[in-house]
């Protein structure tokens, strides 16, 4: 079996507080986790959450979160 792919998520401090920044990335690794199928295995990335993304619904991140992976061609054809 292939290695599968590692994942960091970077929320600094501009985003808010430490109850903000942990449940942004949590929020991002559980997106994540349901597109786990769907993800080039073998590769190592590092999502990095932005202040916008503190205004968003689940929804929204979501669609965020595949975009930018298709846009780095982490997402299996």
Known sequence: MAD???L?????????N???????????KEIVRHMEDRIVPGTDFI???????TAMEMKEM???VG???RKA?????
Request: net charge positive; proline share 2%.
């Open 4 to 6: 599968p792919f590692r």
């Open 8 to 16: 960091g998520v970077s929320a600094s401090k501009k985003i808010g």
């Open 18 to 28: 430490a109850v903000m920044r942990n449940r942004m990335r949590r929020m991002v």
């Open 47 to 53: 999502l990095i959450v932005r202040k916008q993304a």
């Open 62 to 64: 979501e669609k965020s």
């Open 67 to 69: 975009h930018v992976l």
């Open 73 to 77: 061609g982490l997402l299996k054809k």
